[in-house]
T-cell receptor
């Protein structure tokens, strides 16, 4: 089955700087890669996703890149703000309505 | 947009008792739903896939007789934790993806289970 690895487990950046979180996946058939933000005790919220037919996607301060050959994908947050502090999860699955497997999570802290 | 609702949000039960958690898709029909468990400061671990009208598919290491899943309709899946023990205390969260819509997975609010 699919296995998703995520690094780093914790990340602290100065407000205004960029943050990068990296993930790898094992199932070459996976073609859907969402990123979630989770605040304490809350449900995960989708912040961006990418499908395997594109290599990069951007939404304001957030961007995701995908390298299918290497089976890794990354989340980039630019101009970080205090409200970006949360736990971020990458995930991988199929674009059909099937299961999604999560990475181990990254606790992002933004220093004022 | 599509919404998944989960109930209850919090439950405390005594050791040895059973607890049922409900997950409903409000805006779409879900032939499959997914149950995850999340321990503090850890990731969401997939427990099982709930299949409407048939048996659930459990992930390796998850006891199917302890975590009973029923998906009797296209909008409702239930997870029953049977003979609960303190080590079952966790955050349980369900998810569903609209087969007719975009591929986004929608999550319920989660259920904080505490077994005392």
């Amino acid at each position: 089955g699919e296995n998703v690895e995520q690094h780093p487990s914790t990340l602290s950046v100065q407000e205004g700087d960029s943050a990068v979180i990296k993930c790898t996946y094992s199932d070459s058939a996976s073609n859907y890669f969402p990123w979630y933000k989770q605040e304490l005790g809350k449900r995960p919220q989708l912040i961006i996703d990418i499908r395997s037919n594109v290599g990069e996607k951007k939404d304001q301060r957030i961007a995701v890149t995908l390298n299918k050959t290497a089976k890794h994908f990354s989340l980039h947050i630019t101009e970080t703000q205090p409200e970006d502090s949360a736990v971020y999860f990458c995930a991988a699955g199929y674009s059909s309505a099937s299961k999604i497997i999560f990475g181990s999570g990254t606790r992002l802290s933004i220093r004022p | 947009g599509a919404v998944v609702s989960q109930h209850p949000s919090r439950v405390i039960c005594k050791s040895g008792t059973s607890v049922k958690i409900e997950c409903r898709s409000l805006d779409f029909q879900a032939t499959t739903m997914f149950w995850y468990r999340q321990f503090p400061k850890q990731s969401l671990m997939l427990m099982a896939t709930s299949n409407e009208g048939s048996k659930a598919t459990y992930e390796q290491g998850v006891e199917k007789d302890k975590f009973l899943i029923n998906h009797a309709s296209l909008t409702l899946s239930t997870l029953t934790v049977t003979s609960a023990h303190p080590e079952d205390s966790s955050f349980y969260i369900c998810s569903a993806r609209d087969p007719q819509g975009d591929t986004e997975a929608f999550f319920g609010q989660g259920t904080r289970l505490t077994v005392v």
